[in-house]
C-alpha cells in the first residue's frame, strides 16, 4: 500500500495498482523478465521489483512503468532499505549484500565469513537497528556495530520445513513462516548464551586412527598422542554441554 493507498499487487509477468475506486491497472512485463517481490523503501519511498535474473526495477508509479536500478545482484529475492538508508540485498545463491549509501562501497557476507546458508529469503530490520536474515530453514541476527551473527534454528520448525516470508509487527515481534509453521522472535528476549563471548567446554569422547578406536590413547596437557605412519586417518567423536539451549550448538573445528 502506497502513500495514496492504492495497493500494489505484482504477479511473476505482471503488476497491478487497485485505486481507493477499485480501478485495476495492470502492466504486463516484458517477455523475458520474471518478477520475484514488489517492494518499499519505506514510508513515502519508491516501489521496487526483484527479477529472476535482471537486477532489480524501480517502478514509476504515475504510469506503472520500470526503469533498471543499479544493482550488484543480478539475481535478488529481497530487498530492503534500513533506517539509515542503507541497500540490503538477498539473493538465492550468493548470500547478502549491503550499499552504503554515501560511499556507495557494497559489503558481502555469504557462507565464507558468517552466513550459514547462501539463499537469503528476507530482511529485517527490529527496532534496535539489528538486521535479521531469514534463510530457509535458520534465521540470522546481524549486529551491525561489530558484524557479528547470531544463529537461530527453531527445532521444532527445523523438522522438514522451509521458511518463505517474514515479517514484523508494532511490537517489534518478527514472525517467520513457511511449509512448517511459524516461528515468534521477540529481540529484546534474545540473549547471547555466553556474553563473556567464551566458547563452550568441549569434550573429546573417542578418536580413531587408521579405522581403529584408539580412545585409550586420548591426549592430556601433559602426554601427547605418539601414532605411526599407517596411522594418518584420523577420525575424533566430540561433543559440548549445554544444558539451556543444547540442539541449537552449531560446530565449527580447525586443525
Known amino acids: 500500500v502506497d502513500d495514496l493507498d492504492n495497493i500494489w499487487v505484482a504477479t511473476a509477468i505482471s503488476v497491478s495498482r487497485i485505486d481507493d475506486a477499485d480501478k485495476i491497472t495492470t502492466c504486463i512485463l516484458d517477455n523475458n523478465i520474471r518478477a520475484t517481490g514488489l517492494y518499499s523503501s519505506g514510508e513515502g519511498g519508491s516501489l521496487y521489483l526483484t527479477t529472476v535474473n535482471d537486477g532489480i526495477m524501480e517502478l514509476v508509479q504515475s504510469d506503472i512503468t520500470f526503469k533498471k536500478f543499479d544493482s550488484p545482484v543480478k539475481n535478488p529475492c529481497w530487498f530492503q532499505k534500513p533506517s539509515d538508508g542503507s541497500l540490503w540485498l538477498g539473493s538465492f545463491n550468493e548470500g547478502l549484500y549491503r550499499v552504503d549509501p554515501d560511499s556507495g562501497v557494497t559489503s558481502h557476507w555469504d557462507t565464507s565469513n558468517g552466513l550459514l546458508e547462501n539463499h537469503v529469503k528476507t530482511i529485517i530490520e527490529d527496532r534496535a537497528g539489528n538486521i535479521w536474515i531469514g534463510c530457509p530453514t535458520i534465521i540470522t541476527k546481524m549486529d551491525l556495530d561489530n558484524e557479528s551473527f547470531s544463529h537461530i534454528r527453531d527445532v521444532n520448525y527445523y523438522k522438514n520445513g522451509i521458511y518463505a516470508g517474514s515479517t514484523i509487527t508494532r511490537d517489534g515481534t518478527l514472525y517467520y513462516g513457511g511449509t512448517n509453521g511459524i516461528t515468534t522472535i521477540r529481540p ?35 602426554i601427547p598422542v605418539v601414532l605411526h605412519h599407517d596411522q594418518s586417518r584420523l577420525a575424533f567423536s566430540f561433543s559440548a554441554i549445554e544444558f539451556l539451549n543444547g540442539p541449537s550448538i552449531l560446530y565449527s573445528f580447525y586443525l
Open 188 to 222: 529484546s528476549d534474545v540473549r547471547r548464551m555466553n556474553t563473556d563471548h567464551q566458547a563452550l567446554p568441549l569434550y573429546l569422547e573417542s578418536m580413531y586412527a587408521g579405522g581403529d578406536e584408539i580412545t585409550s590413547l586420548l591426549p592430556t596437557d601433559d
